[in-house]
């Protein structure tokens, strides 16, 4: 007897047409904690007609990137930007900025241009999600994944949770060095920055305007090319005219080597990294990060049922 059909994953975003409305001419922040899949959906997002992707993160303020045009030294909360700043992230947010254009865009000839949708992505917006989407209308988009699969993805870069940086900014001091704690500390307290910023935004009087979404990376992988749809579909974007996958088959094997790899199999996109840590490394990982979980799983569920709080 063949076995029953597996149920088709929920949609993420049930879309409204009035929600359609309020976010069919903003530009769209995507962003969240670094290797937590903002590129690759910032990607995703910006495929159709009618929109653009600077490659650069405007925020970003690591080696040679914009870094909010030299104003910014390591991640920051922009509360409130100064005036110079504001500037400069209208010029971003609009597509005009062209310092922000590289290698990884997608139709950037096209950002500044009327009628054009800009999609940006920057995992250093993080935590200033209330004033960017204040200053230049983004609807914000918060993308988690993991923790676990974040910290084996900066493990295989070499790199380090900036800890210090973001305990500078008001983040509890980790009761320990190691990487597990350190990044427990950090996801945690980011996310948490995130999650309130977007609960500001839609509480107050504009909230209609200013509404975010928070999304799963393992549940746009498990939802797949509907998944995506309805994520575009609630965010006012186009899909693609040519149709393509939005996630590369099974048993597809990956690159490897580059910053951004954009061929993984969704199985190791979602599992493959467990096999990377140590019990006790997953269970102090899960401990540190339990409560800020369970808020961005609830946020994410929230956005599901966003259709009935508009009707």
């Known amino acids: 007897m063949a076995s029953p059909e597996p149920p088709r994953p929920a949609p993420l975003v049930r879309p409204d047409a009035s929600d359609r409305h309020r976010t069919s001419t903003r530009p769209v922040l995507v962003t969240g904690v670094p290797r937590s899949g ?31 045009g030299g104003t910014l030294e390591g991640w920051s909360r922009l509360d409130p930007a100064d005036r110079r700043q504001a500037r400069l992230l209208r010029r971003c947010y609009s597509g005009r ?24 992505k920057d995992p250093f917006a993080l935590l200033s999600l209330a004033a960017v989407a204040r200053l230049t209308g983004a609807v914000p988009v918060l993308v988690f994944r993991h923790p676990g699969a974040v910290l084996v993805s900066y493990r295989r870069r070499g790199w380090r949770a900036d800890i210090d940086e973001v305990v500078a900014l008001g983040a509890p001091p980790p009761p320990a060095d190691d990487d597990v704690t350190t990044m427990g500390i950090f996801w945690s307290w980011c996310n948490s920055v995130a999650l309130d910023d977007l609960a500001e ?61 954009f061929v993984r199999d969704p199985v190791e996109l979602t599992e493959a990294w467990r096999d990377a840590l140590t019990p006790s490394e997953m269970a102090r990982l899960e401990e540190l990060t339990a409560a800020t979980a369970q808020r961005l799983r609830g946020a994410a569920a929230a956005s599901l049922d966003r259709d009935a709080g508009s009707s």
Do not use: C, I, K
């Open 201 to 261: 935004l839609t509480g107050d009087p504009a909230g209609d305007r200013r509404r975010g979404l928070v999304v799963s990376h393992e549940q746009l992988v498990a939802g797949g090319d509907s998944a995506v749809s309805d994520l575009r579909s609630w965010l006012g974007l186009a899909a693609p005219r040519r149709r393509r996958r939005s996630l590369p088959a099974r048993g597809r094997q990956s690159r490897g080597g580059g910053l951004h790899d």
């Open 97 to 120: 900025e062209v310092r922000t254009f590289s290698r990884f865009g997608v139709r950037q000839w096209a950002a500044g241009l009327p009628g054009t949708r800009v999609v940006v």
């Open 38 to 68: 903002t590129t690759w959906l910032a990607r995703l997002l910006a495929a159709g007609p009618g929109t653009a992707m600077p490659g650069r993160e405007p925020m970003n303020p690591r080696g040679h990137q914009y870094a909010l």
